[in-house]
């Protein structure tokens, strides 16, 4: 062990993991570099977050702009880079969204998402979907079912909250639509066995699952979702907290389909790396939420805020290009499927994209996915894995990266998963 990780396991709670011990000192676009001076390609984006790239200059600059003059109001008075953070998100926002308040992570937007919901249908119900992840506070790991760990050794849980299947095609070997009309036709049993849906505030999903294994949600499935919630009165809050800031090819995983969501949640990339996450919906659904019935010391912090006014133009420009390198990179990863028979599935959508590892009867291989994942580390790729079986590699590349560099990071996981199977 180095001298960094004795100081580092002397001092800091074992509870918070880190997935290798690396101490990087310098991070630019696409690029870290560790203390020996070695470099590595990043394709974890502190998961999802560095979407602009490592200490984009723009948003640098706007965040020093701004940390000279007022850092921290906590709703004692008003500045202007919170509300030009909001004016930026409704102008990218998905419809009906026109409001927005700023809190510090994606599991307390999640949570305030929900209270929103309770508040406004006084109602108590919430139908999460199986796989899905939302936070590990207690309201929001209430919520959370990519992987039992998550829950472990902390019930009760919140009450009133039903998880309801989502379509895993891949995993349950079945086409999508038949992995969609059974999750359906659970849905619509669990409605009527076990919860009314007059009794439901909140339908809660990601549009692509995360945490779960980077499954995209069929649009069969979210177009009956909004159909029941409609006829029942039921919100829908989308989780954007990873599929937003164009993760997905698009400004939101909702883009994606027809799904107008009644309130999104989202977090990580908003601010490239500083804490801040933020809640959106209607002015008529916020009308019905006075003043003070929640709140926030940090959440929208002046520089925090700034910088995020900068996230939505640098997105905003990068956007255009992420549906060439999505293609660039589905080509490429489905290329090394062919090669390597370990890898049993690439999916998801833009640069959010989940390369299962399997062994030879096709089940989920968690020691393949660390010897890749060692390998890589040799080799100068930082990957964070997925999925409650820990064996798909969660490919999440700035999106600003270059093509040669996309290029770059497939050649090294095709030689990793071949070093894998010829060992
Ligand atoms: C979809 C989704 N929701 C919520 C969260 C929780 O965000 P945070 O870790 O910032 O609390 C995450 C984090 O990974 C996430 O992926």
């Known amino acids: 062990m180095s001298e960094f990780i004795d100081r580092f396991v002397d001092v ?25 001076g070695k470099q590595y390609l990043d394709f974890g984006t502190g998961i999802s977050v560095t979407n602009c790239g490592h200490n ?23 500045y202007d880079s919170y509300v030009s953070a909001a004016e930026q998100l409704v102008s990218v926002a998905p419809e009906p969204i026109d409001m927005f308040f700023f809190m510090n992570s994606g599991a307390e937007a ?35 079912t990519s992987s039992v760990k998550y829950r472990t050794g902390y019930h009760p849980l919140l009450p009133s909250v039903f998880v309801a299947p989502f379509p895993h095609p891949f995993r349950e070997g079945l086409s999508e639509e038949e992995s969609t009309s059974r999750a359906l036709h659970e849905l619509r049993e669990t409605l009527r066995h076990v919860v009314a849906p007059g009794d439901i505030a909140c339908f809660l999903i990601e549009p692509v699952q995360g945490e779960g294994g980077y499954y995209p949600a069929p649009a069969a499935f979210l177009d009956e979702l909004r159909d029941v919630a409609d006829r029942h009165g039921i919100l829908i809050i989308a989780d954007e907290v990873q599929t937003g800031f ?8 909702v883009d994606h389909y027809d799904l107008r969501p009644d309130i999104i949640a989202i977090g990580k990339a ?26 926030t010391t940090f959440g929208g912090n002046a520089v925090a805020c700034a910088a995020a006014v900068e996230v939505v133009n640098v997105v905003n420009q990068a956007l255009p290009s992420v549906p060439a390198l999505s293609e660039q990179a589905f080509a490429a990863l489905r290329g090394v499927q062919a090669k390597h028979p370990t ?35 040799e080799t100068g790729l930082i990957f964070h894995p997925c999925g409650p079986d820990h064996n798909i590699i969660r490919f999440i590349p700035p999106l600003v990266i270059s093509a040669d560099d996309l290029d770059r990071g497939v050649a090294l996981i095709d030689d990793a998963v071949g070093a894998w199977e010829s060992r």
């Open 270 to 295: 908003i601010a490239n790396g500083l804490p801040l996450s933020a809640v959106g919906s209607s002015k008529d659904l916020f009308g019905k939420w006075p003043p003070g019935v929640h709140g």
């Open 246 to 253: 164009g993760r997905t090819g698009a400004w939101w995983g």
């Open 56 to 78: 984009h200059p723009r948003i640098v600059a706007a965040a020093h702009e701004q940390i000279d003059r007022v850092w921290h109001g906590g709703g004692t008075f008003r």
């Open 343 to 377: 890898v049993g599935d690439v999916r998801g959508l833009g640069l959010m994209i989940g390369v299962e590892l399997v062994n030879g009867e096709g089940l989920p291989d968690a020691n393949a996915l660390e010897f890749v994942r060692s390998h890589l580390l």
């Open 12 to 36: 800091v709670a074992p509870v918070i993991g880190f997935d290798n011990g690396l101490e990087m000192v310098e991070a630019r676009g696409a690029w870290l570099t560790d203390a020996t």
């Open 110 to 144: 999640v949570e305030a998402a929900v209270k929103l919901a309770r508040h406004t249908t006084g109602r108590q119900g919430v139908v999460v979907f199986r796989g899905g992840f939302h936070g590990r506070t207690m309201g929001s790991v209430s919520y959370t």
